[in-house]
């Protein structure tokens, strides 16, 4: 069939709007028309070229929502007329690290993912006979796309998908990091490095489990407003402080951070929150994606002397089981999602989206087919 996508072509380029060809689901597949997908900053790092794992030419696009129209032979979890919300970290239930039940990290379709590829080694799309990659094996920058079924999250069927497409990434990344990953317990002092798409989603979980200081810290002023309404208790822009930042937290906490949190990228960032964590238990969790190349560094002491360094990927959690169930916190009212859609635009506006991320000015920007 011909799908609308947004292609990228070379890295470091404009997406550009095109009529795609798209093969039907093989076995074990689905096809989903998208309805909505939001941009994530993850999108741009590739984009830009410094993803080893960056393939060109493909769609991007991993945080969607949308609608079952066809399955493939042998697809029993889902049937058409299904709402679903793509999962880039898919659950297969079946494979050694989901069977560990210590990781969500389901690794049974995580090679050909990372070649671009669907399971069987082969891609879907195709652009005047030639190849185009997938991405993150989800590709939502398309109003129609096909995805393994261990891959797809059914969801309830009066949810917006405008809104529940941002669970697809940086809603259950951010809050998931809180809750799966971190672990934090009500009273905690928290610090929040970068206050974004994911940083603002760890502090709104940071408040639901009852942190008690919530730092947030960022160079852009202009986050501040939003960041308060999300539950921020204090915060610092390392560029107005007198001393070095490190020092400045560990003094405003009265020794430490319980938990801090990098939702940039930065490894130079990534030193400064775990070296604020509390001595003797501190906790400080990598969410941030830095380039290829980088390398984090510390004096091993840190380590000896209690702080933890971990890292989370979509959060820790298990997509098929745990995304319905942040579907429904955001129907209930318990998560705010849509004070973080700041601009809503038509795929054909989608470079502007990565011009709002790149000048600061947007937390979430949200495509619409
Ligand atoms: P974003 O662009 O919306 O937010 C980044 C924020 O960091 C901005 O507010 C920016 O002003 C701030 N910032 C930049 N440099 C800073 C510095 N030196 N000190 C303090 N603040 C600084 O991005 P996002 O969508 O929230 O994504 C954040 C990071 O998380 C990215 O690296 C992204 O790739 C990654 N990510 C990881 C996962 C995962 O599963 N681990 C999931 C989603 C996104
Ligand atoms: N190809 C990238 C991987 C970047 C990365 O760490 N991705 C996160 C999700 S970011 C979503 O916005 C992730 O889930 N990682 C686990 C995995 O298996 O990729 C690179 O830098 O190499
Ligand atoms: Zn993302």
């Known amino acids: 069939m011909k ?45 830009s070229g410094k993803d080893p794992e960056g393939l060109f030419p493909a769609i991007l696009g991993h945080e969607g929502a949308g609608v079952v129209v066809e399955v493939g032979k042998d697809v029993k979890s889902v049937k058409p007329g299904d709402h679903v919300i793509p999962l880039y970290t898919p659950e297969c239930r079946q494979c050694e690290y989901c069977l560990s039940q210590k990781t969500n990290l389901c690794q049974a ?85 970068g206050l974004g798409g994911i940083g603002l989603n760890v502090i709104q979980a940071a408040r639901m489990v009852g942190a008690n200081m919530i730092i947030g810290v ?50 130079n960032v990534m030193r400064q929150a775990l070296e604020c964590c509390h001595k003797g238990w501190g906790v400080s969790v990598i969410i941030g994606v830095a380039a290829a190349g980088q ?8 380590l000896v002397t209690g702080r933890v360094w971990k890292g ?27 004070d973080l859609i700041t601009h809503v635009m038509p795929i054909e506006k989608i470079n502007d989206a990565f011009d709002l991320m790149h000048k600061g000015e947007s937390i979430r920007s949200v495509v619409t087919f």
């Open 3 to 47: 799908v609308k996508a947004a292609v990228a072509q070379e890295a470091g380029k404009a997406l550009i709007i095109e009529t795609v060809d798209l093969e039907g689901p093989h076995l074990g597949e689905v096809l989903v028309e998208i309805k909505a997908s939001g941009v994530c900053h993850t999108d741009a790092y590739t984009l």
């Open 109 to 193: 379709i995580r090679v050909t993912q990372g070649q671009g590829l669907m399971p069987d080694g082969t891609s879907r799309f195709s652009l005047d006979g030639k190849k185009i990659h997938h991405y993150m094996g989800t590709s939502t920058f398309s109003n129609y796309t096909v995805l393994p079924e261990i891959a797809v999250a059914k969801i309830r069927e009066d949810a917006p998908f405008d809104k529940v497409c941002y669970i697809g990434c940086g809603v259950t990344t951010g809050i998931g990091a809180v809750i799966n990953t971190a672990k934090v317990e009500p009273g905690a002092n928290v610090v929040v490095f």
């Open 218 to 267: 960022d160079i852009n002023p202009s986050k501040k407003s939003l960041a308060e309404k999300f539950g921020m208790t204090h915060f610092v822009n390392p560029q107005e402080i007198d001393s070095d930042i490190v020092p400045y937290l560990v003094n405003l906490t009265k020794g430490g951070a319980d938990y801090t949190f990098e939702c940039i990228g930065n490894v």
């Open 295 to 302: 390398e984090i560094s510390t004096r091993p002491f840190q």
């Open 312 to 338: 989370s990927a979509f959060g820790g959690a298990r997509g098929r089981t745990d995304v319905p169930k942040i579907v429904d916190w955001y129907m209930d009212g318990k998560i705010n999602i849509d």
